[in-house]
């Protein structure tokens, strides 16, 4: 869906805060989750978006706008998969509830890339228990592909060295990786 569970957004909040990014990345916003969330904690930083699914821009209002600047400030439509990597290049690059919807094997593959293209920081939050779901009003990319195990992901993140904080809930687990150790 492109909304997410509340579970975690303090825990991320507290972490978004304490390292306050000037360049953020949102791979797959959906309705904004994150920018609506972090974006009253610290202003006047560059949000861009990669949405995969065209219709969620205008819907839910991600571009921002002289009136509402509550959204996003580049938005790119593409499969964050094949995006440039430049757009990886980021004080903090967001996975949140996006990394389900994709084989296992992309999305570490992805991961690596978003490491290897320089991003500083790396939020990652996602479903930890059994939660299938297919599309979602016309939207293919809803479907949950895989279903991740958070220790999975602990090791996932290990490898791209750094250091990771977690956090797991009772529905969703997440982490905030950093390229400083």
């Not at 989750?33 to 978006?49: M, N």
């Not at 290897?116 to 599309?135: D, H, K, R």
């Not at 195990?149 to 809930?169: F, I, K, N």
């Amino acid at each position: 869906m492109p909304t997410s569970d509340a579970e975690g957004k303090d825990w991320s909040l507290e972490r978004f805060e304490r390292v306050k990014p000037e360049t953020v990345c949102d791979i797959g916003p959906g309705e904004g989750t994150y920018a609506k969330l972090f974006r009253p904690a610290h202003r006047g930083i560059w949000w861009t978006a990669i949405e995969i699914h065209k219709p969620y821009i205008a819907k839910y209002k991600l571009k921002n706008t002289k009136t509402r600047t509550d959204g996003y400030d580049e938005i790119h439509v593409e499969d964050a998969r094949e995006s440039e990597d430049h757009l990886f290049h980021r004080d903090l690059v967001i996975a949140g509830d996006v990394l389900e919807h994709m084989p296992r094997e992309d999305a570490v593959a992805l991961l690596q890339r978003i490491e290897a293209a320089g991003a500083w920081n790396i939020l990652v939050s996602l479903p930890i228990v059994e939660s299938q779901q297919g599309e979602v009003d016309g939207n293919e990319h809803e479907a949950h592909v895989h279903q991740w195990d958070a220790d999975d992901m602990d090791a996932v993140l290990a490898g791209l060295g750094g250091r990771t904080e977690s956090m797991r809930g009772g529905t969703l687990g997440c982490w905030w990786w950093s390229r400083r150790a």
